[in-house]
């Protein structure tokens, strides 16, 4: 059974450019959530998606957005990047949104500048 | 938002119980209670889960008051290893998972 797997693990960015990281989902798992970690806090929700569509939605602006694919791996986009979007950016999947046992992957670190 | 109230930090000595509390008072009758752990630069890790009976795996023991207002995660023999941020989790009935402060918890050699 393959694990969540993120890329890039390390990402540096300059404020105003946009960035897409990558999840690659548990196999078998169709519900994929994107957590927002800023240093010595806990996960913050960012969004939910569940059989390729948004089921979900943390208090994050609209310039962060995401996709699910067909074969349930994720993309999170975020545009206008600033400085405080610096962060550790996780995924999880789980096998069904009915299903709390979810599975995190590395997480991407980006760094704003 | 969480709906859990956790204690800030915890130590516990090496090799000695390490008891977790949290609080749920608002949980209804069929939330479950999620617990979470995170190691330092890792992404959080399932420990375990229930209802209103006591529950046990390879990692640790949940135990549920009866009337289900609390909780406790029991790691029976902690190691250095346990050192890590344990986050109970009640999940939104809009099937989201809410991550709150969590309990940082100190494992003392």
């Known amino acids: 059974e393959t694990g969540v797997t993120q890329s890039p693990t390390h990402l540096i960015k300059t404020r105003g450019q946009q960035v897409t990281l990558r999840c690659s989902s548990q196999s078998g798992h169709n519900t994929v959530s994107w957590y927002q970690q800023a240093l010595g806090q806990g996960p913050q929700f960012i969004f939910q998606y569940y059989r390729e569509e948004e089921n979900g939605r943390g208090n994050f602006p609209p310039r962060f957005s995401g996709l699910q694919f067909p074969n349930y791996s994720s993309e999170l986009n975020v545009n206008a990047l600033e400085l405080d979007d610096s962060a550790l950016y996780l995924c999880?999947?789980?096998?069904?949104?009915?299903?709390?046992?979810?599975?995190f992957g590395p997480g991407t670190r980006l760094t704003v500048t | 938002d969480a709906k859990t109230t956790q204690p800030t930090s915890m130590d516990c000595a090496e090799g000695r119980a390490a008891n977790l509390p949290c609080n749920h008072s608002t949980i209804s009758g069929n939330e479950y209670v999620y617990w979470y752990r995170q190691i330092h630069s890792q992404g959080p890790q399932y420990i375990i889960h229930?209802?209103?009976n006591n529950e046990t795996n390879e990692m640790a023991s949940l135990i549920i008051t009866e009337d289900r207002k609390s909780s406790t995660l029991i790691l029976p023999h902690a190691t250095l290893r346990d050192t890590a941020v344990y986050y109970c989790i009640v999940p939104n009935r809009d099937d989201k998972i809410i991550f709150g402060k969590g309990t940082r918890l100190h494992i003392l050699p």
């Open positions: 999880a999947s789980r096998s069904d949104r009915r299903s709390y046992e979810q599975y």
């Open positions: 229930g209802l209103k």
